[in-house]
């Protein structure tokens, strides 16, 4: 069992800057890797940008130059570095993690609640 909880949602301006957290807690045997998703009324839900175990990342062409994720190990927490934003960026956005847990150490996906961000014009 995982649980991630997001953090730092919330109003920007175009052109604004927010930041994101998930902190991830359980009984975590390892995490393999960390995302974030977003969902835009009207749209399905896509990748935002993901940290793998070896530290690389990869970002939807949408954000890329835009946001940067990051990861401290040690507290088991992502974060979204979102800058240069626009309306476009509107949508909820979820944490995910590829992890397994000290039960059954075979990796699964979890989801966090979704923090609602928007983005004025």
């Known amino acids: 069992q995982v649980q991630l909880v997001e953090s730092g949602g919330g109003l920007a301006q175009s052109g604004g800057s927010l930041g994101l957290s998930c902190a991830a807690s359980?009984?975590?045997?390892?995490?393999?890797?960390m995302a974030w998703f977003r969902q835009a009324p009207g749209k399905q839900r896509e990748l935002v940008a993901r940290?793998?175990?070896?530290?690389?990342?990869n970002y939807a062409d949408t954000v890329k130059g835009r946001f940067t994720i990051s990861r401290d190990n040690a507290k088991n927490t992502v974060y979204l570095q979102m800058n240069k934003l626009t309306p476009e960026d509107t949508a909820v956005y979820y944490c995910n993690t590829y992890a397994s847990t000290i039960a059954t150490r075979v990796p699964s996906n979890y989801w966090g609640q979704g923090t609602q961000v928007t983005v004025s014009s």
């Open positions: 359980g009984n975590i045997f390892r995490i393999n890797s």
């Open positions: 940290i793998s175990s070896d530290d690389t990342t």
